[in-house]
């Protein structure tokens, strides 16, 4: 309880922030749209069923309508077929929802080229300089990419050959999924893999091998810049959805300061 207690008290003076990784759901929050024959997640919508009138006279209250994988949202490993046999979003375990982060920032690089992809170098360049990812921790992943979360043909940047967005070689993600003991992988794009991922071998590479060795992945992150490269603690908070294979989910992260 002390330790608890003084966690509360260094929020309460400001010696540890809050600070939002969350994307706001509004209508204009990007959805993805899957090519026919198969159908594309929903995107968000609220809907009004009161507002102090004859539908409810002294309350406001709305329906909403989202997809498991709109806006912020955690990807369990049911997700992908690698992971058919895994955890549902809500047999998630609760110490894999909160643990160290740290920040790799590749912003100059997505810059540069949209269709930057990492490799299992430039991570590990990242840990002789800082060290070993974290046991239970996530790798925020920066690329300056939520400056267009809400402007979806910005965010997708897509033409005839498809999304153009930052990611992962397949090796890169082999090598997150299975060299190191991480919970997750954070992003700021709308999916896991680069726009491209789908072209790569195999496809999609990040959901096939983050969520088929039982980690998970986390989308559309927001204010990357104002986290420490280490030393900051994220909260991620999904809905239990039976059955689910993920969720819109808040996610927060603590940040110390003095």
């Known amino acids: 309880m002390a330790q608890l207690g003084e966690l509360v008290a260094a ?24 090519p026919d024959p ?11 069923i009161a507002a102090y009138d004859e539908r409810g006279p002294v309350w406001r209250a709305n329906d909403i309508h989202i997809s498991e994988h709109t806006g912020t949202h955690l990807d369990a490993p049911i997700h992908w077929i690698t992971g058919r046999d895994g955890r549902d979003v809500s047999e998630t375990p609760l110490p894999r929802l909160i643990g160290p982060a740290v920040v790799v920032d590749f912003t100059a690089e997505a810059a540069a080229n949209p269709d930057f ?33 809400q402007n979806a043909e910005r965010f ?39 726009g491209l991922g789908h072209a790569m071998e195999p496809g999609m590479p990040m959901h096939y091998y ?37 969720s819109p989910a808040r996610v927060l992260a603590l940040v110390e300061h003095g």
């Open 156 to 194: 997708v940047n897509a033409d005839s050959e498809g999304a153009h967005t930052p990611g992962f070689t397949p090796e890169c993600a082999r090598w997150l999924a299975e060299e190191t003991h991480i919970s997750g992988v954070g992003v700021e794009t709308m999916g896991l893999d680069a």
């Open 38 to 48: 198969f159908p594309s997640p929903a995107p968000f919508v609220l809907e009004e």
């Open 210 to 246: 983050l969520l088929g060795n039982d980690k998970y992945g986390i989308t559309s992150l927001q204010n990357l810049d104002r986290l420490p490269v280490t030393g900051a603690v994220i909260v991620v908070a999904p809905l239990p959805i039976v059955g689910g294979t993920g």
């Open 11 to 34: 929020i309460s003076n400001g010696k540890v922030e809050i600070i939002d990784l969350t994307n706001k759901l509004t209508e204009n929050t990007p959805s993805m749209t899957l």
């Open 117 to 149: 992809v990492a490799t299992p170098d430039h991570f590990k360049e990242w840990q002789t300089e800082h060290g070993d990812f974290p046991q239970n921790g996530w790798v925020l992943v920066r690329t300056g990419w939520s400056v267009h979360s």
